[in-house]
């Protein structure tokens, strides 16, 4: 019996000594499990070092990158009871290269000018207008300058006119909208004068705007590229492509780019427009890891997908996120201050 049982506890010789030969399927199943759970993740972060976002699955994937730790752990667990050395340097080689990626990305340096005005900016995705009532309560609540409305179709337009429009208590007298149904509709509503600006065309609406700030021009550019579902990455990939085009064009003059990018850091997509000189203001104000959505599990589990990014002409001082109900997005409040860079 003895000489059974320390049978079942050796490695084989040879070119296969890393395979267990335990008789005990389980200890063989662990590692099977393992290795699979390791050939996913390793599928992802290799896109994440390749700086890819490589095809389906992998960029619905990429937003939930640090919570990749979790199959990594297990996996480690699994390797471990089955004595599978190679799965282990495997998986702690995968939980260095997670754990190396959830450092925040982008530039944080702070404009060098004198400041010049503060202005408070809002955005929120209210999935299909189910939140409209949910938004105007914490517009009068935190009196932004700049309000991002993204997926405001007919119904939330005109109920945003009626709350806000000229000669109203809470007056935003200047808007500049795409009208939609469903998601495609997106309005900017402004306490400041705008100017109409081309916008982006892309599946969904996504107005643009020149705002008048005390004297000081802002350009305004909501954001709402098409999500990554698997049948539309590649018209995902090239509206965040337009977006980073747009920030390029832009990075020399004070401008702020806000809405759902449906993308994270995590996504090379996403990280061609800050690598323009545009920063993140979540990062900014070190809240870069802090979920927007899904809305349902955050703060405990998500993907900050939802961002206000400004040009260097701008810092941020404050960003709160918001719990508006009927909504899958949570939103974002953020404190800007306008520097004079010469």
């Not at 939103?331 to 306008?338: G, I």
Request: net charge negative; proline share 6%.
């Amino acid at each position: 019996m003895g000489s059974a049982t320390a049978e079942t506890d050796e490695w084989t010789e040879g070119g296969d000594d890393d395979v267990p030969v335990s008789r005990r399927g389980g200890t063989r199943a662990g590692a099977w499990f393992a290795a699979l759970l390791l050939l996913g993740v390793s599928v992802v972060v290799g896109c994440r070092i390749a700086d890819t976002d490589g095809i389906t699955p992998v960029p619905q994937l990429l937003a939930f990158l640090p919570w990749l730790l979790a199959p990594t752990a297990l996996a480690l667990l699994l390797a471990a009871l089955s004595r599978w050395r190679t799965g282990l340097a495997w998986g702690v080689a995968a939980l260095a290269a997670i754990a190396w990626f959830i450092e925040p990305y982008g530039k944080t340096t702070e404009p060098e000018g004198t400041p010049v005005t503060e202005l408070r900016v809002l955005t929120s995705n209210i999935e299909f207008g189910q939140a409209t009532d949910e938004l105007i309560e914490e517009v009068r609540k935190q009196s932004p300058d700049i309000v991002f409305v993204q997926e405001c179709e007919y119904t939330c337009d005109d109920r945003l006119k009626q709350v806000f429009g000229k000669g109203t208590k809470d007056a935003y007298p200047y808007r500049q909208a795409v009208e939609g149904a469903g998601s495609d509709g997106s309005v900017i509503l402004s306490r400041h004068p705008l100017k109409p600006t081309a916008g982006i065309p892309a599946t969904m609406g996504m107005p643009g705007a020149t705002a008048d700030v005390k004297g000081h021009e802002i350009r305004l550019q909501l954001a709402h590229p098409m999500p990554p579902l698997p049948a539309h990455v590649s018209t995902w990939r090239k509206e965040l492509s337009t977006l980073r085009d747009y920030a390029a064009a832009n990075d020399t003059r004070p401008t702020i780019l806000a809405g759902d990018f449906n993308a994270s850091q995590d996504h090379a997509a996403f990280r061609r427009i800050l690598d323009t000189g545009f920063r993140d203001s979540a990062r900014l104000t070190g809240d870069t890891r802090t979920p927007t959505w899904p809305a349902i599990t955050a703060p405990a589990l998500g993907a900050q997908i939802d961002h206000v990014l400004v040009s260097r002409d701008l810092s941020a001082n404050r960003t709160r996120f918001l719990e508006l109900g009927s909504t899958d997005h949570r939103a974002l409040v953020v404190d800007l201050t306008l520097h004079k860079v010469t």
